[in-house]
């Protein structure tokens, strides 16, 4: 087990390295480079590509390569397309002034980086028991923290110490370390992949018959990804008319919160195989309660340094532990056979429900202002841990079965293979 974690954790920590670097340290770069502020929302725009990664998640549950193993057969092609991307950055020493062609390339790498996400997800669907499922989830949502901490924050440093060419080399050197893991790695013989791309895209839906998955994905997660995503849509806004620089913001909000934070889905990833996902979700639930309510001096325009910085700090902290028992109970639900649509589909609602609490949130507190969005936004997350508690006590085990040593779905059913 140890080493299927260690698989997980370079192939999730890699991927997440140029989201980082896109996301926090390039815009940084930009912007300090004279862009706009209304063309650096444009570089965000890529994020959507990962929404809506969905839509091409059954075909990587159908076809793959069965000499060089399913999954990694294209986690071969992504892991090298993410270094090849970053790569084709170099030439750009001056970003600001080829924003066409760099957007581009970011565009790319964002579209390897969610189908590489695909393959990683199937993967640990498959590999990981019930009880290692938490500590798996855990290592995803730390890597992604991991992601801004390296490529937001050390590639800025070395940016600003060193130049373009040795940030961009250094991101891509430290991706493809998950190219050499992809290399050693031995994918156990698939022998229950779908037999038609069909019956993969009506996984999409299927998905949802199972006992309790509507529930969970219609009812509890939106109560907390909204409730949270509200919250934290305030944050950056309520900085600014607090007075502080964009470079303090960028920093903090980037790269000071990430430590705590990839600890913390860490120790709850962990804290799922001992206290249940019940416990966890608990925990994680009242902490983000408790630590909304920390950032109301700062919805009040008060922002003093330490004190905002450690409200940020537990705030993160706590929306990690939430996150990572929502990604558990995701993949409790996504079946050997299809779990890279599985757990995509179920994921990708999550971050649905993120993006439009962020415009929620903003539209509500331009009319009632910050305090009143971030008390709403407390109650709609007690809502959804108390919803959590409800389910997990009526549908407290797994609800999909372990795959099969030989069986393969056909559109009549599943039926034995040789």
Request: charged share 10%.
């Amino acid at each position: 087990m140890t080493g299927r974690l260690g698989t997980l954790t370079a192939l999730y920590g890699t991927q997440y390295l140029g989201i980082g670097f896109i996301t926090v340290g390039l815009t940084a770069i930009l912007r300090d480079g004279g862009t706009s502020l209304e063309t650096l929302a444009l570089l965000q725009i890529v994020g959507l590509i990962w929404p809506v990664k969905f839509l091409w998640a059954p075909i990587l549950d159908r076809y793959g390569s069965r000499r060089r193993g399913h999954y990694r057969s294209w986690l071969l092609v992504l892991q090298s397309a993410l270094v090849l991307a970053l790569l084709a950055l170099l030439p750009f020493s001056r970003p600001a002034d080829a924003l066409g062609p760099v957007i581009a390339i970011c565009a790319l790498y964002v579209l390897f980086s969610a189908t590489q996400d695909i393959a990683v997800d199937a993967v640990a669907v498959r590999m990981l028991t019930e009880s290692a499922r938490g500590t798996g989830n855990g290592i995803q949502v730390a890597a992604s923290y991991l992601g801004n901490l390296l490529g937001g924050g050390a590639c800025v440093l070395v940016y600003d110490r060193f130049g373009w060419v040795p940030a961009i080399s250094l991101l891509a050197a430290l991706t493809a370390v998950g190219l050499l893991v992809v290399w050693r790695f031995r994918e156990p013989v698939r022998t229950d992949r779908v037999a038609r791309v069909g019956t993969a895209y009506r996984a999409l839906l299927s998905v949802f018959g199972q006992p309790g998955c509507r529930w969970w994905t219609f009812g509890v997660v939106p109560l907390v990804y909204v409730g949270a995503g509200m919250a934290y849509a305030l944050v950056t806004p309520a900085l600014v008319d607090a007075g502080w620089s964009l470079g303090r913001i960028g920093v903090v909000t980037g790269v000071v919160v990430s430590a705590p934070a990839i600890v913390a889905g860490l120790v709850a990833g962990l804290g799922i195989g001992r206290f249940g996902r019940s416990g966890v979700l608990v925990a994680g639930g009242l902490a983000l309660a408790l630590s909304t309510m920390l950032l109301l001096p700062l919805m009040n325009g008060r922002a003093p340094l330490g004190g905002t910085v450690a409200a940020l700090c537990c705030f993160m902290v706590a929306y990690t532990i939430a996150n990572v028992v929502l990604y558990t109970v995701n993949m409790d639900y996504s079946r050997p056979d299809t779990g890279g649509t599985d757990f995509t589909v179920l994921s990708s609602f999550g971050l649905v429900c993120s993006f439009v609490a962020a415009s929620l949130g903003l539209a509500a507190a331009d009319q009632v202002g910050y305090p009143a969005v971030a008390v709403a936004a407390i109650l709609l997350v007690v809502a959804g841990v108390a919803l959590g508690l409800a389910h997990q006590r009526r549908f407290p085990r797994t609800p999909c079965p372990s795959p099969g040593p030989a069986t393969e779905h056909t559109p009549d059913g599943v039926r034995a293979v040789a």
